[in-house]
């Protein structure tokens, strides 16, 4: 006797739903399935999360070679200045993954392509914004009662780092995109790539080159646009979702069929 699937599926939706769960088999087969669905989405997510955090423990490890002055700069850059504008562009981001999430969902590729677009525009306005907190990051140290040479150093490395603060307004949109649409391998990939990345050139620049604090910046530099034009190469050659069309400017239909066309809507010309 052939016992009754527990997946069925319906006709209106794409994926299959559970039949209702009447003995312990069946908890242990929904329970076995839904802890897998959930490892395959959250594993490279915490995996991408601990790498970031080890790309930006390396500047501090690698600070510390270089005295207990510049140790004290770097934290104090990344505790204040730097703080300031991730953590804004972090929370001003998490915005398009609920936008993004909604419209994929709902098969609107189109409107993802223009809410990453919208999001790239007020998170650069953002980051112009922010830059007095760079420009003036020593006086804004004093002020606080910091340390004078602590404050000089950690100002001139703000100054150093402004690439990097540009990069996360560009970097951040495409990652909640794919996040959207749980590519969370490439986003994993991404941060394991900079960290790799970040320590190679941490060790020439540091050692080889002996650059000082200017190192650490360029190396830093360096690996947040590098991360960038690596994932949109990956995008580009994996074709996932429409940034690719975002991309390939020189392509024909790109603007046209995807980035300003809406389901319903005219096209939106210059």
Known sequence: MEETPLL??????SEADYMAVKSFKDVKFVL??????????????????????LTI??????????????????????GVISAIYFT????????????????????QIQSTG????????????????????????????????????????????A???IPTMFSYAIVFPIQRFLQAQSKVNVIMFMSLVSLILQNLLLYIFIYAMELGTTGLAMANNITCWFSLL?????????????????????????????????????????
């Not at 609920?98 to 419209?103: E, Y």
């Not at 990051?137 to 009662?145: D, N, V, Y």
């Open 8 to 13: 069925v599926m319906e006709e209106s939706t």
């Open 32 to 53: 076995r399935i839904e802890t897998v669905k959930l490892w395959k989405i959250a594993a490279p997510m915490a995996l991408s999360s601990l790498f970031n955090f």
């Open 57 to 78: 423990s390396s500047l501090n490890i690698y600070a510390g070679h270089l005295g207990d002055i510049v140790l004290s700069s770097i934290s104090l850059y990344f």
């Open 88 to 107: 804004l562009l972090v929370g001003m981001s998490s915005a398009l993954a609920t936008l993004c999430g909604q419209a994929y969902g709902a098969g």
């Open 114 to 157: 223009i809410y990453v677009q919208r999001s790239w525009i007020v998170l650069v306005m953002t980051c112009i914004i922010l830059l007095p907190t760079h420009i003036y990051a020593t006086e804004i140290l004093k002020f606080l009662g910091q340390d004078k040479e602590i404050a000089n150093l950690a100002g001139k490395y």
């Open 159 to 161: 100054m150093q780092a």
């Open 230 to 270: 690596l994932c949109m190469l990956l995008v580009g050659a994996r074709k996932v979702g429409v940034l690719q069309y975002l991309w390939l400017v020189h392509h024909a239909d790109a603007w046209s069929q995807y980035c300003y066309k809406v389901r319903g809507q005219a096209k939106i010309r210059y």
